[in-house]
Every structure is written in structure tokens, then in C-alpha cells.
Nanobody
């Protein structure tokens, strides 16, 4: 089994930055694509960013140019650097692990058999 634990969420002012971490245990992330999703109350969980095991990356249009996903296989950890945060970025953020290495499939929830418990991000003045 694979366990994922997100951290780094919190309250930040508009225009500010946060870095989320997803620490993985139980299995190495080397062969997995990793994704960050977010979910607001009453809304579906949507992909924010994903990175394949070879380092190919895709972003949702709403965060491209502001968010950066990265992975450190040696630390079995995935990161999401979030800059120029907006109130509409407020959500619970989840990390997931997927076996697919196809970028277009990494937008799909069903590709991720493993999920963390989430970390809350609030962007407000």
C-alpha cells in the first residue's frame, strides 16, 4: 500500500505564495505519475498539476504560469509551489499517485488509486 500525506496549507493573502508537500510512504514514487487536485465545497475535485515519472508536466489553465509542480524521488516527495495566489485558489488540495504516464489521462480522478487526506488552502485578505 501507498500512503500519501499532504502538508503546507494555510491562510495566505492574495498575491502571496505557499508550497505544498506530499510525502509518500509504503512504495517508491519512481514509477508513478503524481498529481495535485483541488476541491472547493460543493464542487468536483479537479486536477491542478501532474508530473510523470520522467518529469513531463501538465497544468490546468487556471494555474499555468503561477503554480509549479516538482518531485524529489530520493525523498519520495512531490511539491506544489503556488505563487500569485488568488481567492479563487481557495480549496482543499489533494495529492494522488497514478500508474498512467499519459498526460491527458492524468486529469482523470479514476487514474489515481492512491490519495492523501488533503490540506486546506485559504486565500483571503
Amino acid at each position: 500500500q501507498m500512503q500519501l500525506v499532504e502538508s503546507g496549507g494555510g491562510l495566505v493573502q492574495p498575491g502571496g505564495s505557499l508550497t505544498l508537500s506530499c510525502a509518500v510512504s509504503g512504495r517508491t514514487i519512481n514509477g508513478y505519475s503524481m498529481g495535485w487536485f483541488r476541491q472547493s465545497p460543493g464542487k468536483q475535485r479537479d486536477m491542478v498539476a501532474a508530473i510523470t515519472s520522467s518529469g513531463r508536466i501538465t497544468y490546468a489553465d487556471s494555474v499555468r504560469g503561477r503554480f509549479t509542480i516538482s518531485r524529489d524521488n530520493a525523498k519520495n516527495t512531490v511539491y506544489l509551489q503556488m505563487d500569485s495566489l488568488k481567492p479563487e485558489d481557495t480549496a482543499d488540495y489533494y495529492c494522488g499517485a497514478a500508474l498512467s504516464q499519459i498526460l491527458t489521462r492524468l486529469y482523470l480522478l479514476r487514474e489515481y488509486p492512491y490519495w492523501g487526506q488533503g490540506t486546506q488552502v485559504t486565500v483571503s485578505s
